[in-house]
Structure formats: C-alpha cells, structure tokens
C-alpha cells in the first residue's frame, strides 16, 4: 500500500512519498528477510514447497484464471455479487482510481497466484483480502456515482444479504459429518484446515468434569501436541480455561510444556517445573494422589510433542505405578496411580 502510495497517488508532497517508500520497503524486507514465513519460504524461496516451482507462461496464467473463475460461479468464495458490485465500482470513481484498482488487482493477483500452484488451494478465508478491497470501492463509489447506478449498486447488495441468509438458514441444520466438521459456512477446504475435531471439544468438556467432580488433572498434553497446531487447533486447553476460569484452572489443572504461548497465553508450566511437581505428589502433599487425573494423548505426533510428553510419562512411570482407568472418550488416556516404585523418589 505505501510503495502504491508513493507511485500512483498525485498531489503528495516528495517528503510523504520518501517517507511511503521508506515504509514500504522497510515492509518488504520484514517479510522476505527479517520473517519470512512458511508461505514465503514455499512460494518466494521454494524451500520445503509442496508445490513445484513455477513455470511462468500464459497457459499456467489462464488455468489459475479459469480456476479462480470457477471458484467464483460456483460460490464456492462466498458470494460472487459482492465481487461483481466491488469491479462495477471501480468505474465510477473519479479520484484515486489507479491507487485503488492496482491494491486490488494485486490481491486478486496473488489469488490467481495461488490458483495457478493448485487450485485445490482456493479456500473462502483467502478470498478475503479482495472481498474487502471491493467494499472500500462500494464505500467509494456510493459518494462520487450518480444517484441511479448507487441505487442500483446498493439494490445489488441488498439481495445479495438476503441470499446470504437464505443459505445461512440452509446450512444451520446440516448435519455434521462424523468426528470434524465446519461450523460455519463458507469456511471449507479441501485439507480440513477449518475444521472442529468433535472428540477434542468432547474431551474438554469430560475434562471440566472431572474438575468439577473435585479431582486435580496431569495433562500430558501440549501446545506441540499436533490436535493444537497453529493452523487449525483444536483448542483443548483454551476450551477448558474459559470454562474453569483462570484461578480454578491456576489450582487444578496442570500442563508442562516448551511453549505456553499461540494466539494467546496459558498457565503451562515449564518443563524444568515438573520434578518439583512431582515431588509435591504423595498423600501428605500438595496434590494427594488420589485426588491427581492423569490424561495421556492417543495423538500429539507434533515436531518434538512427543519427545516431551514421552518424556513426561516415563518419569511418572520411573516414580509411581500407573494404571489406566476407563475413559469417557477416545482422545486420550486415563491413567490412575497406584503407589510408589520402590526406588522411585529420590531421597
């Protein structure tokens, strides 16, 4: 935006534009250099690319085109009356055309982009970077156009909600496929990057319960545990926090791990801490055995999850005898204790 800024918008004095072409390309080293990220590495670097590298040509441009166009006529993008409106108002701006026109073409460009890897790629939530751009340009043609095609433009819209919450109304009572599914529309994709994993929302709530019903839980369970990858989490830890409550949460739940922090921060205690917990795990301690719900996951399989949660498990394993204890679901395991190894706490 500021590079565009800097070349297409006029009357903008030189200081402003140096500082824009400043930002911009301060912006653009951010991304390629400083922090790249997992897309920039596959797409501008083809490092670890599940994609082959691009062969540039006008046949690789008109198969992302027609897929992206197929993706729209089938609505499969949401709906294509906010993306027809958004272009038909582009021709009736008068100021700052160019500066808006190329923030919008590049963002449909990166789309087409994506389309031209695999258009197996084109999901709802990358579409929107354009579905917004075509409301800035609604937003600016509703004050320059003439009042005819603004009323028309503004009819267009209205249907187009109205068509919205008739499907809405369609996809409330869709019944969900077995184990995952999208609970919102619009949101599919192909990968099931999206989705809600019902046994780990279930396990939440036995969890909760378990709280509930008065015990202490040991989760041998992370923030590296694959179900809680940064892409799709399945938000075990998150979903039994907001229901606890932080002080409840705080006293009876206890998680160790290497990171405490994704799009938001939990009480996970260090790894380091969990000796010291142990230690606190005897009947005239802190947390009475008999009191303690120890849960083990059936799948972390996260890149170094289960090297941690492994590790977790055979120090209790080294200090207590352990003993599974029926479950409610098929998430994880319950394991009870049973006393002490003979050799197991050190002295």
């Given at each position: 935006m500021f590079l565009a800024g800097t070349v297409l918008l006029r009357g903008v004095?030189?200081?402003t534009r140096a500082a824009w072409l400043v930002a911009g390309l301060l912006q653009i080293g951010e991304v390629l250099l400083v922090h790249p990220t997992a897309n920039i590495n596959a797409f501008v670097y083809q490092?670890?690319?599940?994609?082959?590298?691009?062969?540039?040509?006008?046949?690789t441009v008109t198969a992302g085109v027609?897929?992206?166009a197929r993706a729209i006529g089938t609505f499969e993008l949401d709906l294509p009356i906010l993306f027809g409106v958004g272009v038909a108002s582009f021709f009736f701006l008068r100021r700052d055309r160019r500066f808006l026109v190329a923030l919008f073409l590049v963002q449909l460009g990166?789309?087409?982009l994506l389309a031209t890897y695999q258009a197996d790629q084109l999901r709802p939530r990358r579409f929107i970077m354009v579905d917004c751009y075509c409301l800035v340009a609604i937003a600016?043609?509703?004050?320059?156009?003439?009042?005819?095609?603004?009323?028309?433009?503004?009819?267009?819209?209205?249907?187009?909600?109205?068509?919205?919450?008739?499907?809405?109304?369609?996809?409330v009572p869709m019944p969900f496929a077995l184990g995952a599914s999208f609970t919102m529309p619009y949101t599919y994709s192909r990968d099931g990057v999206g989705s809600v994993t019902f046994p780990h929302v279930d396990w939440a709530r036995d969890l909760r319960q378990e709280v509930d019903a008065g015990h202490r839980l040991l989760l041998l369970y992370n923030l590296d545990c694959y179900p809680e990858n940064?892409?799709?989490?399945?938000?075990v830890l998150e979903r039994l926090y907001l229901g606890l409550g932080h002080e409840r949460f705080v006293d009876s739940v206890f998680v160790f791990g290497s990171r405490a922090c994704r799009y938001c921060c939990l009480p996970i205690h260090p790894l380091a801490d969990f000796q010291s917990f142990l230690d606190?795990?005897?009947?005239?301690?802190?947390?009475p055995p008999a009191t303690l719900a120890i849960y083990y996951p059936t799948m972390c399989n996260?890149?170094?999850a289960e090297h941690e949660v492994d590790a977790l498990l055979a120090e209790l394993g080294r200090r207590f005898r352990l003993r599974p204890t029926p479950s409610a679901g098929t998430v994880a395991v319950r394991i009870a204790i049973d006393g002490e190894q003979p050799t197991g706490r050190p002295r």
């Open positions: 004095p030189l200081s490092q670890q690319s599940p994609w082959p590298a691009l062969q540039p040509g006008v046949a027609a897929a992206l990166l789309v087409v600016w043609m509703y004050r320059e156009a003439p009042a005819s095609p603004r009323r028309l433009l503004a009819g267009l819209l209205v249907l187009g909600n109205v068509w919205q919450g008739l499907g809405l109304v369609r996809f940064f892409t799709n989490p399945s938000g606190g795990v005897r009947a005239d301690g802190p947390t996260g890149p170094g």
